[in-house]
């Protein structure tokens, strides 16, 4: 009997997920084929809902989903693991306790944060990138209206008030949305006059929200932030984060004890680390079949590729990272079935962003 083809999926955020489900389909009839997904987590987070949880919204129970309750009944065993190492020549990934021996392997591994080397940031600055993140900030949050409620002290009480969004992408302007929102109910439970406090946007460019090309969106977005009392502070590059604020680069001080970082995303850190070709922001270079430059058996899909055809480059939004995980799967497929591989192709249906 011969050996079984190993696929190994690194990774559970949405293109591992997606990758998972389009090899059961593959392969559900196919014994000679063994799929297996490894996360350092037990679940699969819902990553476009975290402001909703850092912002009080939606309980943290809500936006975590059980990697094995999504492939119950499905050919994809699910394996809780930390991974440090990929050899690629001997095809194993290496963990503190065991090797995962692979012939096809799907690293989808997603991002984080990007600091820029900006003084601080990686100190002072709450980061919204995971479910232990969200949790943070909302604990967080909380904390600092109680702490003002017997603050006597008005530029203690004023710092506590005072929360800074940086970054006017999706993500710092659904976080600030959700801070504007929460300011009504935790300073009506801490007894705290709403006027207080001072929330921020801020943003280094002329203009938010730049994957939306009509002005109108923008204009209406602004005018929600006037409503919600939101400051917006435009071409405001912060060069310094401190403990109790930060500094512009015209030389503005906030103080403030409530500093959260939405202003970029790089490659995730041990995907950086493997020697791959990197590309933009060290994402890894990969061609139309999600396959990389250098190892025709190792695909990568979702926020850790780097992109680029006639429609420009792999955006990293939840559509983006399900549909290279699902090309990533069809070709890997391909290679086992020895059938025709095929080209990625970018299809989005628009952008969501909430604001409250």
Not at 88 to 114: H, P
Request: with cysteine; charged share 30%; net charge negative.
């Amino acid at each position: 009997m011969s050996e079984k083809k190993k696929i190994v999926i690194l990774g559970g955020g949405y293109a591992g997920v997606k990758a998972g489900k389009s090899l059961h389909k593959i392969f559900k009839n196919d014994d000679s084929v063994e799929i297996t997904l490894i996360d350092r987590k037990t679940y699969h987070t819902l990553m476009t809902e975290l402001h909703e949880v850092a912002g009080h919204r939606t309980e943290p129970d809500a936006i975590r989903i059980d990697l094995r309750t999504i492939f119950k009944g499905r050919k994809v065993k699910v394996v809780t693991d930390s991974i440090n190492g990929v050899d690629f020549e001997k095809r194993e990934l290496k963990s503190d306790n065991r090797t995962y021996a692979y012939d096809y392997l799907l690293i989808a591994c997603g991002s984080d944060s990007n600091s820029f080397g900006i003084e601080g940031i990686d100190e002072h600055a709450f980061t919204l990138w995971s479910y232990e993140d969200a949790i943070k900030i909302r604990e967080h949050v909380e904390n600092m209206f109680a702490l003002a409620a017997i603050e006597e002290n008005e530029e203690k009480r004023k710092q506590l008030l005072t929360f800074a969004v940086v970054g006017g992408g999706f993500t710092g302007v659904e976080m600030v949305g959700e801070l504007g929102e929460a300011k009504n109910h935790l300073s009506e439970k801490y007894g705290i006059d709403k006027k207080e406090v001072t929330i921020y946007n801020i943003e280094a460019t002329p203009r938010i929200l730049n994957t939306l090309k009509d002005e109108k969106q923008i204009t209406k977005v602004e005018n929600r932030y006037k409503k919600l009392g939101v400051e917006l502070l435009k071409n405001a590059a912060l060069v310094k984060a401190t403990a109790d604020g930060f500094v512009l680069k015209d030389g503005t001080e906030i103080k403030t004890k409530t500093l959260i970082w939405g202003a970029g995303i790089k490659v995730n850190n041990f995907v950086g680390k493997l020697g791959l070709d990197a590309g933009r922001a060290g994402r890894v270079v990969v061609n139309e079949f999600m396959q990389s430059l250098q190892h025709e058996n190792v695909f990568l899909a979702g926020d850790n590729v780097h992109y680029e055809d006639q429609d420009g480059p792999l955006p990293q939004i939840v559509e983006a990272a399900e549909q290279s995980g699902h090309t990533a799967a069809e070709n890997i497929g391909a290679l086992i079935n020895k059938t025709e591989m095929h080209k990625h192709k970018q299809n989005y249906h628009g952008f969501m962003v909430s604001i409250g």
